[in-house]
């Protein structure tokens, strides 16, 4: 897989182009798909069609397509076949989620993923192919999310994009939301001065101290910053040289070059989150806590791409009387006309064990009103788009990375399996060959 | 092993006042002379009181008939002669084609097996038990053969188990604990034990070292930061005399002696240990300090499920010396696995054991072989492990690690293989020198 952003594009350019030339034969097997029913999520559905993989990538979708010699033919005749399902915000795969200081936007994901995470197994066994992973709830800025193809051993080769956005969460981990806005504005404005004039501001006041590590040649020598600190720095925390790195990167986000993905706890963290959107030009994605259906009204005005929380459905008791109401967040929002995309919960000791997966969130959502090519869509092309992954999954269509979901049957009906689930061209999962659901499912000895 | 601190630990080391300049980095015997010099009487102490026979003088010429001799460099000798002078070993071979020059002591173990010494990767018994500096994330300037205490207890019961060079490192309580030393397990001055200071550098990557409080470095994620920027400090540094040395920078850069020594170190001569433990940190291990970073280094530990990993370490020749976990319960299959067994069914051959002691017990590193052979490993494999593998691993074995002519005369003679545990080691040379013998100095083991 190649990781880094223009070699992708220019491979994808060249895929484009040169269809199957510009990788040696050996790279992939070529694959086709045949007589499946084919959701592209680019079109209209595809009745017994046929999927060309070359090379890991699609090389052609369409009901009468020849398919040469040299393919390996999967035979998915009844099947269902959709491009595989995006995981649009997940704290799930790492080593730890959380840093306790709230301000770390210079932290990567990366440095904690764990492939061999059973979160990136429970992907496969469930269709998702692709995972916006990204810092937990519980820091004011987590640091940096990136996007993830979910299998492999070895994390560099699994990634499809290092850096998608910075985290940012409303939700104070600690003490009062106006001492945790009050942080937060302080840093987005120390990022939109180092954007302006490339000056890192004086975290205690407006003084601005000189960007030394610009001047130095940060990229260069990066570790030159904490040089002359000596012990003393690296005992504080952070250091003026994470500081510094973190602001370069926040600056990133003022006028929306970098994608802000800001959790909102509760409504009122919306208007906070929309003035904040305003006043720093954010490009946002706005992942919401269980209240948020008070703020819908707020949410209704601007068309920013939205995750609903992972309790779709839940009861909330009215403080003085005690009476219970019963509250479905995707009827709010189908109600009010606001799209919205799906988490599934990473915790396994949930009670509501449904929520635990995707396609159970859309089934959810369907059955409150939303109609069923959009909730397909919030599993796949709209997450792309969201974390600005789209040129490359997300969709069936040529020149995209063959991520493929082949499933028994209807996607949001309870009784359908995940048959088989393609990363890159290779089948990655195969309900044929998964011991633990056969450990699950047989039938007790007699 | 973290944070060992034990309760009433003597001071034995005090740190003297030092000059500070470029003459540390030139002089580093002299300077360990002049820090060592309590360290020093003790050793003396330990050395009379020990019973090494004082009749050989420092450099004996020996000619040792062995039974077997397991050489770690191709097949074992039956019947052979080990010549030993100037403390390195002079000629190794079938007794019939040996010679014994004149004035050779000859010494008889023609019913036993001689191999080389064992060398234990991952050793915190070599001095006092201070191992951690808890101030700091990360401890460059930290050199722990500033606290060495030669042929200490617990060395000299570790000999009786065969071991005979250690890799004494600083704990786990911060991401990077200093610099550890490899030394000889026998009595001597510092000077003379120490094989190579700075040894290793000592790198934690999760766990122990996590912190608390607003300090960044409570996660995974901040910890691989903090090392990340420490490590790209140190490389600009040797980098920068790396450019003065090749004649492209006017001026010497000026002397750091928090990063002095990280030259070794990106030059390559010598490794990190690495405390790392799981698949998410064995992984970060390799993508930041091996691939990022491009340092050699050595799996610590390696334990829980990072076995997972072994295709990836295969593919860049990465040693793993696991332990002192020996075995993993496995909710996949329900099962112990034998980690090195895992490892070596995996294509590492670059393997071997640890004990971390005091964690294991010194003397029971060659009971960690024996373990991993329970588990599946092969008894050829883990002497290997525990001789010129390690060697290889911690980038000594033109010194230790196999009976071969130029290296040096450290051998182990026992009753038989000592991975079998019903064999015990009956007598141990170190650089040409009997430091236990059980009939001299009774079996301690």
Known sequence: MITNTKHRLAALIGAALLVGQCWPASVEAQVALRGGRILTMAGDPIDSGVILIRDGRIEAVGPDLRIPVEFKVIDVTGKVVMPGFIDVHSSGGMGQANERNPNVPFLSVLDTIDAKSPYFEECR?????????APGNSTMIGGQIAALKTDGTFVPEMTLQRLVGIKISLRPPAGSRMSHLALLRRELNRA????????????????AAPAEAESRGEAEVPGDAQGGEGTEAAAQAPTAAQQQEGIKILSKLIGGEL?????CETAMDVG??????????LRPLLVLGTQVDQAVDLLKVKNYPIVLDTNLVFWRSQPRTRVEEKISLPKVFNDAGVAYMFQADTNPSRATLGSNYLWYQAATAVKYGLPRDRALAALTIEPARALGIDPWVGSIEPGKDADIVVLTGDPLATTTWVEQTLIGGRVVYDRGQDEKLRRLLEQPDR | MNRIRGPGQRPIVERGVMELGNEISLRPLAVALLIFAPAVLLAAEALSQDSVDQSRDDKPRLAIHVGKIITCVGEPIINGTILVSAGKIEAVGPTAEIAVPAGYQEIDHRDRFAMPGLIDPHCHVGGSSDLNEMVYQTNPELRNWDQIIPHNDRLKIGIAGGVTTVCFIPGSGTNMGGWGVLMKTGPGKPEDVIIRAPGVLKIAQAGNPERQGGEVGSGRMGMNHVIRQQLLEGQYYVRQWDLYEAGQLEHPPEVNLRLENFKPLFRRQIPILVHTQQYQVVHATIAILHDEMNLKIIIGHAEFNAFHLAPELVKRGIPVMAGPRGFYFDPEIGQLRGLVAEYDQRGVTALGVNTDSPVVP????????????????TEEKAIRGMTIEAAKALMIDDRVGSLEPGKDADIVIATGSIVDLRNYVVEVFIDGRSVYNIARDRRRY
Do not use: H, P, S
């Open chain 2, 362 to 377: 010194q003397e029971d590193l060659l009971f960690q072989a024996a373990m991993a052979v329970r588990y599946g490993w």
């Open chain 1, 192 to 207: 939109k001065k180092f954007k302006a004039d490339g000056l890192v501001a004086a975290a205690g006041g407006d003084e």
């Open chain 1, 259 to 263: 994608l802000a993905v800001i959790y």
């Open chain 1, 125 to 133: 066994r469930n269709g998702i192919t692709t995972a916006g992973i």
């Open chain 1, 272 to 281: 906070q989150a929309l003035m904040l959107i305003e006043e720093f030009e």
